[in-house]
T-cell receptor
Framework: EDQVTQSPEALRLQEGESSSLNCSYT??????LFWYRQDPGKGPEFLFT???AGEEKEKERLKATLTKKESFLHITAPKPEDSATYLC???????????FGKGTSLLVTP | NAGVTQTPKFQVLKTGQSMTLQCAQD?????MSWYRQDPGMGLRLIHY???????DQGEVPNGYNVSRSTTEDFPLRLLSAAPSQTSVYFC????????????FGDGTRLSIL
């Protein structure tokens, strides 16, 4: 069973059409939740870290929120340049490693 | 500021060959790690290091070797390449592991024939 699940797998939006991506995790002991953006042929680029339920972070058209078992990445009035794969990762327990979800592929059309 | 640099960007190998993927960071980060990314799967941790001389296994370590002789470099060795190791490999670093953001390189795309 996957520890980190992202939905939807793929999302197509019109420019300006706001939406949300979801990241849910099944285990307890969250130490931190990370959002990354990945463009084709590139490595993941760090966006946000969230540490506790109720926390929110914003950057331009993106806003990340965290509850006890899931996080949302809200995209407000997206532009074509927001097209990318968005990855969620969680740090659990006392180890060093991150557990990544499979990502949401976002396409924003003009 | 170069960040995390991976070489080569592309490589084709024959089954049974060995090779080393290079990773270097110039941010004086203690923590470095190697992931592989396959279609339909999330990034999976192969090996990681919490400092020079200290390495440990991740989720999918079989067939790979690492060492960390300096803070800057963390090479990944494929001992005897197999088609199942065809993947995109990413190296990452952070000041410390765990709850600090990791900085990724742009990957090495490896094909094993």
């Amino acid at each position: 069973e996957d520890q980190v699940t992202q939905s939807p797998e793929a999302l197509r939006l019109q420019e300006g059409e706001s939406s949300s991506l979801n990241c849910s995790y099944t285990v307890s002991g969250l130490r931190g939740l990370f959002w990354y953006r990945q463009d084709p042929g590139k490595g993941p680029e760090f966006l946000f870290t969230l540490y506790s339920a109720g926390e929110e972070k914003e950057k331009e058209r993106l806003k990340a929120t965290l509850t006890k078992k899931e996080s949302f990445l809200h995209i407000t009035a997206p532009k074509p340049e927001d097209s990318a794969t968005y990855l969620c990762a969680v740090h659990l327990g006392s180890g060093y490693a991150l557990n990544f979800g499979k990502g949401t592929s976002l396409l924003v059309t003009p | 500021n170069a960040g995390v640099t991976q070489t080569p960007k592309f490589q084709v190998l024959k089954t049974g060959q060995s090779m080393t993927l290079q990773c270097a960071q110039d941010m004086n980060h203690e923590y470095m790690s190697w992931y592989r990314q396959d279609p339909g799967m999330g990034l999976r941790l192969i090996h990681y290091s919490v400092g020079a001389g200290i390495t440990d296994q991740g989720e999918v370590p079989n067939g790979y070797n690492v060492s960390r002789s300096t803070t800057e470099d963390f090479p990944l060795r494929l001992l005897s390449a197999a088609p199942s190791q065809t993947s995109v490999y990413f190296c990452a670093s952070s000041p410390r592991g765990g709850s600090q953001p990791q900085h990724f390189g742009d990957g090495t795309r490896l094909s094993i024939l």
